[in-house]
C-alpha cells in the first residue's frame, strides 16, 4: 500500500515537473518570435522612413546624386528581400550606405541647420538604434531559451516535445566586422 | 560585472517580498502609534475611566493604514509625479521627440512596454522612474537633463530608469515614498493633539499600569516623535543598495557604461539641488537632488542618511566595465 502511495507521488512529481518546465519553454519560444518580429516592425519604420528623407536632402544635395540612388536602390532591395539570410545582407547594405549620406551631410550647412531634417536624422538614428537594440534583445532572449534546452535534465523535455534551438542574429557579411581603417598620416 | 539573468530575477523576487514587508511594517507601526493614541489619550484599558469601551483609534488607525498602503500601491506614482510638478512629455513636440526616441529605444533593448514619459520643469538635472510594475511604469526627467546631457549620455540615464522599472525597484519605492507621506501627517497629528489633550485626561495619578505603563508611554512618546527619521532611515537604506545593481542593468541594455559614467559626472557637477523634487522622493532620483555633500562621504553616519552611494564610487565601477583607466 505505501509502496503504490509513494510510487503515486513520484509519478505526481515528476508529472507537475514535466508540465512547469514544458510551459516554461513555450513562454521562452513566444518571447523569443516576439523578439524577432520586434526586429522587423523597426526594419519596416526604416524603409519608411527613407523616402521622407531622400526628399528633403535631395535639394540641398544635388551633388550627392550617386549616393542618393544608392540609398534608395538598397532601401528597395532590402524591401523586398527574401527569406532571413538575405534580407539581412540587404539590411546591412542599407545600414552602411545610410551611414555615409549622414556623414556627406555634415559637408551642408544648410541641411544641418534644417529643422525638418535635423528632426528626420534624429528618427532615422534612432530607428537604427532601436534595430541594434531589439537584435541585442533577441539574442539574449533566444540565448536563454536556447540554454534552458540543452542544459541536464531540461534538455529531455525540450527533445520529447521537439523544440529547436533559435538561430543567434550576426553579421553576415565579413566587411561590417572588420575595424575601420583611419589614414591620419596628412599625406596629400 | 553585468549582472546575470538569474540575478536580476531573484532581485525582482526579493524586491516584492521587501514591498509586502514595507507595507505591514508600516501597518503595525501605525496600529501602534494609534493604540497609545487610544490608551494615553483616551484612557482606554482602565475600566469606568474610559471614555469608550473599545480601542476606536487603534481600529481607526489601522484602517487608514491598510488604506494608505494599498492606495499607495494603486496611485503612488501619480502622488509623487504631482507632488514633484511633473507634466507629461508630447510626444508630438519637437523638443521631447528624441526624449520618446530614447525610452522607446531602451523599452525595447529591457522587452519592456514603453513606459510614460514626464517632463519636470527644474533647469537642475536628474531623472526618477516611478509605478506600479513594468506595464504600469513612468521615467520623469528635468529639463535640466535635457539640456546637460548628450544622447548617449540621455540614454544611459534613461537605461538606469529601466534598469529600476525591470528590478521593481520601482513598485519598492513608490510604496516607500507614499508611506513617509503618511507616516510623517500621522506623527504631526499626534505629537499635536499630544500638546492638546495632555493636560486633562492624562494626570499620572490616574494610570493603574505602574512602570510597565510608564515605559510603554515613553516607547510610545519616542516612536511618535522618531517616525519620520525611522521611516526615512529605512527608504534610504533599501534605496542605496538598489542604484549599484540599476547602474549595472542600465550598462548591461546600452552595453556603453561610459555613457552613463559621463552622464553621472556632469550631474554630479551641477551642485544646484533640484527644487522641484520634494524630500519624501529623494530616493527615487538616479542622484541625490537635495544637492547635499552627504553623499561624498563614506562612512556610518553618510551610509545612514544619504539616498544614494557615493557618485565617484559609482563613476569607478562603471569605467571598470568599460574597460577605462580610473
Redesign the interface.
Known sequence: MSVFLIFIIVVAVIVIWVILKYNGLVALRNQTENGWRQIDVQLKRRHDLIPNLINSVKGAMEFEQETLQKVIAARNAAVSAKGVADAAVKEGELSGVLSRLFALAENYPALKSNENVKQLQEELASTENKIGFARQFYNDIATKFNISQQVFPGNIIANLFRFAPRELFEIKEPGEREVPKVDLSLRP | MTPS?ANIFEQQQANRRNTILVMLLFVIFVGFLGFGFDVFLLGFGEGRRALIGFPVVTIAALLLGGISAVSSLQSGDSRVLSSSGASPASQDD?RF??LH??V???A????TPKPSVYVIPDPDPNAFATGRDPQHATIAVTEGLLTALNRDEL?AVIAHEMGHVRNYDIRLMTVVAALIGAVMLLSEFGLRSMRFGSGGRRSSSSRGGGSGGIILFVLWLVALILAPLVSRILALAVSRQREFLADASGAE?T?NPGALASALQKIDAAVEPTRAIKKGTAHLCIANPLGSDIDDKEGFFADLFSTHPPIRKRIMLLKAMAYQHV
Not at chain 2, 525595447?108 to 522587452?111: E, L, V
Open positions: 539573468p519637437p521627440r528624441q526616441n530614447i522607446e529605444e531602451m525595447i533593448a529591457a522587452g540614454q541594455l552595453r
